[in-house]
Every structure is written in C-alpha cells, then in structure tokens.
C-alpha cells in the first residue's frame, strides 16, 4: 500500500511536472521540437520505403555502360561463363533460418519483378534500364530471416586492386520492392559487362551499393566484422558514405 502511495504521488507530481513545461514558453517550444523531430522521422521513414520513379520502355538507354569491373578475372569465372553459368550458385547464409544455395534455375522459378529504373553513378553518369529477377525480400523470407538481422551483407566474384567487392544495407532497402537480384537487363540475360549471371539492384541507392557478380548474401547484426568494418569495398577503401540514399 505504501508503495503504491508513493508511485501515486509520483505520478502527480510528474503530470503536475509536465503540465507546468508545457504551460511556460520553454515547455511548449520543447514540446514542438519533440513534435517536428517525430514528422521528419516519419516522412525520412516513409521516403525510404517510397518506390522510385518507374520508366517507359522508350526511356531506355540505347547502351547501359559497364563500370568498375567489367568482367572477373579468374579461371573459376571464366569456366562459369563457358558453361553459359549453368552452375552458378547464390548462397544464402547467416541469420537465417535456413541457410540456402540456390541455382539460376532456382531463382528463375520465383516470382519475378521487371522495372524500367534510373541508375545514378557517383562518377557522374545515368542511365536507364529494365531489369527483372526476384525480389530479395522473398528470398530472406523464403530462408527464414532471424529478428537480429540488421544488415544484409552483398559477396561478389570479382576484386578491385586486390580487394574483394562487397556492399551492405540496412533491413529497409533489403525489403524494399524494387531491391531485386537481376538475371536479365533489357530483355536479354545479364552481359558480363554488368554483372552476369546476377547482380543487385537497389533502387533507392546510388549505383556503387548495387552489387554485381553476386556470389552470396549474408545476414548479419553489425558489420564491424564484414571485411574493414565500413559495410563496403568503397567505404572501407576510399571513404565513402555507406548511406548513399536518392
Ligand atoms: N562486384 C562489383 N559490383 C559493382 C562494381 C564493381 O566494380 N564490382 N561497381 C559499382 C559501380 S561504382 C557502379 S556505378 C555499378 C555499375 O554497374 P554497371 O556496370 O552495370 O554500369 O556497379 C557497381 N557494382
Ligand atoms: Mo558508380
């Protein structure tokens, strides 16, 4: 009984507490700071799960240029390209469920999204193409993604000056709809030049994160451990922002 007594009293004194702020100028401009930081939260918040501008066939570039590696240099990629990359494996690993390994044949079977996007390069080009594959969403879902997740973590066949490529994003770009595993650009099965035989599209972010030559997608709660710890070759070797939101 006491102790209710004095969670009681507590309980006025703190209501009395705030309706006195909230009666001073002080209070309520602290009050409508509290306010505006809850909408701007909310609208970046609903800016990211947003769609981004789809296009019109007659949008497309007459040529989607290839950029950063334009192929993988070793012997293990080049018998994949001779086999037409019939053995091509994506592995799904992680905080998953379970862990997966599935083949273009696989992929091919889910349910496929085709979108006519804008890619906008840091080095100061665009251009515009239709791609189509899965979402990942439905593959996280389809492996069985654990509530620890925060970041899925991208592996690609290919290495800049030694290093190995690799990108990351938060759970909001990983589920977004347009964030899809392509197989095929313009009609046609992904060139080598763009990232054959599967290659990230990540709609709501700049063109370094969109992961080409994709071996593996990796689930994970903090990417201090995935290679120097900035979530990405580009972050962790020349500075980039690992946020590279448009
Ligand atoms: N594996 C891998 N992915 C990559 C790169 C790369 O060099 N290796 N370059 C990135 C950059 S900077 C851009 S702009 C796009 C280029 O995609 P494109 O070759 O289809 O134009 O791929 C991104 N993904
Ligand atoms: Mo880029």
Same mark, same amino acid.
């Given at each position: 009984?006491?102790?209710?007594?004095?969670?009681?009293?507590?309980?006025?004194?703190?209501? %009395?507490?705030?309706?006195?702020?909230?009666?001073?100028?002080?209070?309520?401009?602290?009050?409508?700071?509290?306010?505006?930081?809850?909408?701007?939260?909310?609208?970046?918040?609903?800016?990211?799960? *947003?769609?981004?501008?789809?296009?019109?066939?007659?949008?497309?570039?007459?040529?989607?240029? %290839?950029?950063?590696?334009?192929?993988?240099?070793?012997?293990?990629?080049?018998?994949?390209?001779?086999?037409?990359?019939?053995?091509?494996?994506?592995?799904?690993?992680?905080?998953?469920?379970?862990?997966?390994?599935?083949?273009?044949?696989?992929?091919?079977?889910?349910? !496929?999204?085709?979108?006519?996007?804008?890619?906008?390069?840091?080095?100061?080009?665009?251009?515009?193409?239709?791609?189509?594959?899965?979402?990942?969403?439905?593959?996280?879902?389809?492996?069985?993604?654990?509530?620890?997740?925060?970041?899925?973590?991208?592996?690609?066949?290919?290495?800049? %000056?030694?290093?190995?490529?690799?990108?990351?994003?938060?759970?909001?770009?990983?589920?977004?709809? !347009?964030?899809?595993?392509?197989?095929?650009?313009?009609?046609?099965?992904?060139?080598?030049?763009?990232?054959?035989?599967?290659?990230?599209?990540?709609?709501?972010?700049?063109?370094?994160?969109? *992961?080409?030559?994709?071996? *593996?997608?990796?689930?994970?709660?903090?990417?201090?451990?995935?290679?120097?710890?900035?979530?990405?070759?580009?972050?962790?070797?020349?500075?980039?922002?690992?946020?590279? %939101?448009?």
């Amino acid at each position: 009984m006491k102790r209710r007594a004095l969670i009681a009293a507590m309980g006025a004194m703190f209501v %009395g507490a705030c309706s006195k702020v909230a009666d001073s100028k002080v209070g309520s401009s602290l009050l409508s700071a509290a306010e505006d930081w809850h909408r701007k939260a909310h609208r970046a918040l609903s800016n990211r799960t *947003a769609l981004v501008r789809e296009y019109a066939r007659a949008d497309i570039s007459p040529v989607f240029r %290839g950029n950063g590696s334009v192929t993988v240099d070793t012997d293990e990629y080049r018998q994949h390209m001779a086999e037409g990359f019939a053995n091509w494996r994506l592995e799904v690993s992680g905080l998953v469920r379970n862990p997966m390994s599935l083949s273009l044949e696989a992929l091919r079977k889910l349910p !496929q999204r085709t979108q006519i996007t804008r890619h906008d390069c840091v080095e100061g080009w665009s251009a515009i193409g239709e791609w189509t594959g899965p979402q990942l969403a439905t593959i996280l879902e389809a492996a069985g993604i654990s509530e620890e997740a925060n970041f899925i973590v991208f592996r690609c066949a290919d290495a800049l %000056g030694g290093n190995p490529y690799y990108e990351s994003v938060d759970m909001v770009d990983a589920m977004h709809p !347009q964030t899809i595993i392509a197989h095929r650009l313009n009609g046609q099965s992904l060139p080598v030049k763009n990232g054959a035989p599967l290659r990230m599209r990540i709609e709501k972010q700049l063109g370094y994160k969109h *992961a080409k030559y994709l071996t *593996a997608i990796h689930a994970t709660s903090s990417l201090d451990d995935v290679g120097l710890g900035q979530g990405g070759y580009w972050e962790d070797h020349h500075g980039y922002q690992w946020y590279a %939101g448009i």
